[in-house]
């Protein structure tokens, strides 16, 4: 079996959960604080998970060799100023599989989908902080669109606006 991107069935909600939080403590150590990284997985967020991805088609995983490795969320924007717009909620991989090409394969998947979906941009929110993340977006062509809004996370913090043009 090779590297697939599929859409994630609720009663793989705990594994897609476990996905996440491993993403999440390695992509934001540093920026996110150690206390709430390490609480965040739960039984409460596994029946969230669970909820969600059995009333979403939005959630897909990325796997290799049976392995589930990352996680994708996209769909319609959330941004009301933004109603043509896809958005890219949620890619991640877990840290081994860091830059080897996966997450453009994600990429490449979800922008297809979106143009597919007839959407004329993909935008992105993301920490201001993860500058990891800001340059994958910046290699794939989104740019700043001067949008910022604020989060908690353990501490105050700023999440701001990448947007894609897909004519």
């Known amino acids: 079996m090779e590297f697939i991107i599929r859409k994630v069935l609720p009663e793989e909600a705990d594994e897609y959960t476990v996905c996440q939080v491993s993403c999440w403590q390695a992509a934001y150590k540093g920026i996110v604080p150690n206390d709430y990284l390490h609480a965040m997985y739960s ?29 994708l969320v996209f769909g319609k924007s959330r941004d009301e100023e933004k109603p043509d717009a896809g958005e890219i909620e949620a890619i991640y991989l877990t840290a081994p599989f860091w830059g080897k090409g996966f997450g453009k394969k994600m990429m490449d998947y ?48 700023t999440l701001i606006r990448y947007v894609l043009n897909l004519r």
């Open 43 to 71: 039984d409460k967020r596994v029946e969230r998970c669970r909820k969600a991805l059995s009333e979403s088609e939005d959630s897909y995983c990325a796997e290799l060799k049976g392995e589930m490795i990352g996680r």
């Open 110 to 157: 979800a922008i297809a989908a979106l143009k597919e979906q007839g959407c004329n941009e993909a935008i992105a929110w993301m920490l201001e902080e993860n500058n990891r993340a800001r340059l994958f977006y910046e290699k794939y062509g989104f740019t700043f669109d001067g949008a910022k809004k604020e989060i908690e996370l353990g501490k105050a913090l």
